[in-house]
Every structure is written in C-alpha cells, then in structure tokens.
C-alpha cells in the first residue's frame, strides 16, 4: 500500500484532535480521584480485557480499572493503585470494580513478541527468567525454540528449556531426543528432561524456578499449566485436553502469575503457534545466537551477509561444527 502522506495542516489538525481527547480523558479521572483513596503499590497478577488484577503488599487481590492515559499493563508489571471509596447508592458492586491503576513502576525487563499482523504485544514485565517448554507431543520444533531464545537474547532474560511429557517415549527415542537437545546445552543453555504425568524430573524444576520469577511460554498443549498444576495442586488450573490433531486447543486464555511455595512466581502464559522475531532487526538477531559471538567481526568483509562471501567466519564455524 502506497504511504499516504499528510500535509502541515492535517497533522497541526490531527495533534489538536489528539490534545483535546488527552485533556477529556484526564478531566475525567480528575473527576473520580475526589473518590480514590491512598496511593498503594500492588502488582499485576492478570489482565481481563480493560481491568486487571492487582494483588496489594498484604497479598490481597483488588479488580482495578487503568488508567487511560498508562500504556498496556501486563503480568508482572508493579503498580501505583488507590481504592475506590463506595459512597452509599453507589452500584459498582455489579462492576466488582475495586480500584484505579493510575502509574507504572519502571520496568526491570520486558517480554514482547509480535503478532502476526505486525503489531507488537507486550507480554510479560519484570520477570528474571524465560522457561521454554517444548513436548514430545505436539512435536518438538527446533526454529520455534530459537526463536523463544532470540527473543529471550534481545530482552536479556535468561532462557531454561524444559523437555515435558518424556514418559511418550521409549528409549530409543528419549536417545534421540537427548542428542537433538544437545544442541542447546552444548551452547550453554538448561535443559532439564521432564515429565508431569510421570513425576520425572520435578526437584530439577523446582530448583531452577527456586526465587526467581518466571514466564512459561511454549506452543498450546506443551503442558505449561499442568506443572503449574503440579507446583500447586490447590489451585484452579484449567488443563487442556490434547485431541487427534496434535496440536493443543488453547486452553489457557490470559497470563496469570502464581507465587510458588518454595519462593518465587512463576507466570502461566497462553500457548502461542509461534514467538515471532520480526521485529528484531537483522544485527540483533545475529546477537540473540549467542553461539555466534566467538565470530562476530571476523570476516573478510565488513558488511558480510554470511551467505555467498569468500572467508566468512560464520561459515567457517558452521564447517569446523562449532555453529549448527
Ligand atoms: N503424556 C503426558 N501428557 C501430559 C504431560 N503433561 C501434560 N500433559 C497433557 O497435555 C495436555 C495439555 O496440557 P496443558 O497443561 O493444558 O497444556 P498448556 O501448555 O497449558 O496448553 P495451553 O494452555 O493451551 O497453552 C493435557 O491433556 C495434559 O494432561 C506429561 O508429562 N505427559
Ligand atoms: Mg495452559
Ligand atoms: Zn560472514
């Protein structure tokens, strides 16, 4: 589509459109602070299309409405929220509408992945590690852990690879599965062989979500929230019901973070078909391979596409097989 481009007087138009709704908006809020109580600070536990959950420092949990003017919270973020103080005639009640979210605290890290129509959604805040779960069933996917791992580079977030459901193979199979997963720990990478149904695998689990807090990705089906499960059997949890065509049926519709017994949060995200890395431009995505790094820099050329170029060091470690 061909760029439609505005003149001075559209734009001076459209940013007074924009001034007038931004000062409506804030109008309103002014509006109903005479009605907020005191600033506390929470953290989001999850998202419900405009309201979110927040959980205060006394681990209650509050239904808050956000602010207009605060970019898209997620699961993670820490808050500045006040209570809503009912007046009597008041019927929010039926709303369940506890309080406001009015700031964000700034962001230690943030987990983003782009939709397929390009847009970027941000999906996670604050969380200190990614674990990967892949599955024997639905199949394992090489590209789609590299991508999680891109991603997990870029943002700085350490990366842990769970292998769920080994209790499917026999074992010439779970032989074969250790030598493709090879791959990822001979660059550094955990990866911890697990099973839910079978309570393989479990305290190497634990020990690794041990005080930190997590974010469970992975494709729909993998068993993401069945070790949530697992973690914590008195929870709610909805476990998905695996049919004939392999592929998980989205069980899991909104990220939810839970606090783990033995210290920590763990995230339960919404299964994904893929973790797109296309907003990630082409110098970045060569640094989110980090088996790569010992190479950057060395070729002949400068600007070295690592493709047709004579004395490329990229593929100079893909022969020696030091890069796959
Ligand atoms: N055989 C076997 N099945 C498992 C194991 N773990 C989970 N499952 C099954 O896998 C299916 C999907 O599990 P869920 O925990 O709902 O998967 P999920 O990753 O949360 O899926 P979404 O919420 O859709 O993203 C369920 O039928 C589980 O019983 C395992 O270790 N072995
Ligand atoms: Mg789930
Ligand atoms: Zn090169």
Redesign the pocket.
């Known amino acids: 589509m061909a760029k439609r481009r505005l003149t001075e007087r559209q734009k001076e138009r459209i940013s007074a459109i924009q001034e007038k709704r931004r000062q409506r908006v804030s109008e309103t809020d002014k509006e109903q602070d005479g009605a907020l109580g005191s600033e506390q600070i929470g953290t989001i536990i999850s998202h419900h299309g405009r309201s979110v959950i927040v959980e205060d420092t006394q681990s209650k949990l509050i239904r808050c409405s956000v602010r207009q003017n605060l970019k898209a919270l997620v699961c993670g973020d820490s808050v500045v929220w006040q209570p809503i103080n009912k007046e009597d005639g008041d019927n929010r009640e039926e709303t369940n509408q506890q309080g406001i979210v009015t700031a964000i605290q700034p962001r230690s890290s943030l987990l983003a992945r782009q939709l397929p129509g390009g847009e970027i959604k941000s999906v996670a805040a604050n969380v200190d590690q990614i674990v990967i779960?892949v599955?024997t069933?639905p199949a394992l996917s090489e590209p789609l852990i590299d991508r999680y791992l891109v991603n997990a580079e870029i943002t700085g977030i350490k990366p842990v690879i769970i292998v769920?459901?080994?209790?499917?193979l026999d074992e010439d199979g779970f032989i074969e599965l250790k030598q493709r997963m090879k791959l990822y720990s001979d660059i550094g990478y955990p990866v911890l062989f697990?099973?839910?149904?079978?309570d393989?695998g479990i305290n190497q689990v634990t020990e690794k979500l041990n005080q930190k807090t997590s974010i469970?990705v992975?494709?729909?089906?993998?068993?993401?929230?069945?070790?949530?499960?697992q973690l914590l059997p008195e929870q709610e949890i909805?476990?998905?019901?695996?049919g004939d065509t392999d592929l998980?049926?989205?069980?899991?519709?909104t990220s939810v973070l839970y606090h783990l017994p033995c210290g920590g949060n763990l995230i339960?995200?919404?299964?994904?078909r893929d973790f797109g890395v296309w907003h990630i431009d082409k110098d970045n995505i060569t640094k989110g391979f980090v088996e790569f790094k010992d190479y950057q820099g060395k070729c002949k050329f400068r600007n070295c596409s690592h493709t047709i170029e004579p004395e490329c060091a990229f593929k100079g470690g893909v022969e020696s097989g030091k890069i796959s």
């Open positions: 779960m599955a069933k769920n459901k080994i209790d499917l697990f099973s839910v149904k079978q393989i469970l992975g494709q729909s089906g993998v068993g993401k929230s069945s070790l949530v499960k909805t476990i998905g019901k695996l998980g049926k989205h069980t899991t519709t339960d995200s919404p299964g994904v």
